[in-house]
């Protein structure tokens, strides 16, 4: 069974510095690993995807990822945070060669305060 | 071009009604989804589907049924609505299970609300 942890609910930091959101996974095999932004009254943005390859994965808007296989985690971060990148981001995973379901996390509401 | 497109975006209707939303994508991909959030926010997979196989999550009520015209669409419907089906349907749609770029492409979500 797939499953799929954001351990906080909630993030907060100020403008310019750097942010984490963290995400641990449990999936049999290797994952395809996923991180999904939602504004409010939006829907879901694609900002990046670890599927094989350097660990460190580069995506929109400055975001980056990396990928821990000993760890089981993918943590979001961005060296300076933006007012505007205050949303709910979600961390997701999909089983390589399963159903192609994509599995999210719980979400983590990232607060950057002025 | 909207890439994921739902109608509507908003629905609101009464319990015992039988509805649809209607998902289209121009993207080439090969499997379509639907997701449903909750009012936490919770995202949880009602149905994939492509040309060979319908995945139907387990607990899903058999009150949903998605139908499929052609590989572009997929289309909810939802019989005898009830309170608890009030939430924010998202369609989606991928290649090759998501490691195609951009991975998961969704829709805006119809917030559907039964009064």
């Known amino acids: 069974a797939q499953s799929v942890a954001q351990p906080e609910d909630q993030v907060n930091v100020a403008e310019g510095n750097p942010l984490t959101v963290k995400c641990t996974y449990s999936?049999?095999?290797?994952?395809?690993l996923f991180w999904y932004v939602q504004y409010p009254n939006r829907g879901l943005q694609f900002l990046l995807k670890?599927?094989?390859?350097?660990?460190l994965v580069k995506g929109s808007y400055g975001f980056e990822a990396e990928f821990n296989k000993s760890q089981t985690s993918f943590h979001l971060k961005k060296p300076s945070a933006l007012v505007s990148d205050s949303a709910l981001y979600f961390c997701?995973?999909?089983?390589?060669?399963?159903?192609?379901?994509?599995?999210f996390g719980t979400g983590t509401r990232l607060t950057v305060i002025p | 071009d909207t890439a994921v497109s739902q109608t509507p975006k908003y629905l609101v209707t009464q319990m015992g009604n039988d509805k649809s939303i209607k998902c289209e994508q121009n993207?080439?991909?090969?499997?379509m989804y639907w997701y449903k959030q909750d009012s936490k926010k919770f995202l949880k997979i009602m149905f994939s589907y492509n040309n060979k196989e319908l995945i139907i999550n387990e607990t899903v009520p058999n009150r949903f049924s998605p139908k499929s015209p052609d590989k572009a669409h997929l289309n909810l419907h939802i019989n005898s609505l009830e309170l608890g089906d009030s939430a924010v349907y998202f369609c989606?749609?991928?290649?090759?299970?998501?490691?195609?770029?951009?991975?998961?492409?969704f829709g805006s979500g119809t917030r559907l609300t039964v009064v």
């Open positions: 997701a995973v999909s089983q390589r060669g399963g159903a192609n379901n994509l599995f």
């Open positions: 989606a749609s991928s290649h090759s299970g998501g490691s195609g770029i951009g991975g998961y492409t």
């Open positions: 993207l080439g991909h090969d499997t």
């Open positions: 999936v049999s095999g290797n994952p395809y």
């Open positions: 670890y599927i094989t390859g350097d660990n």
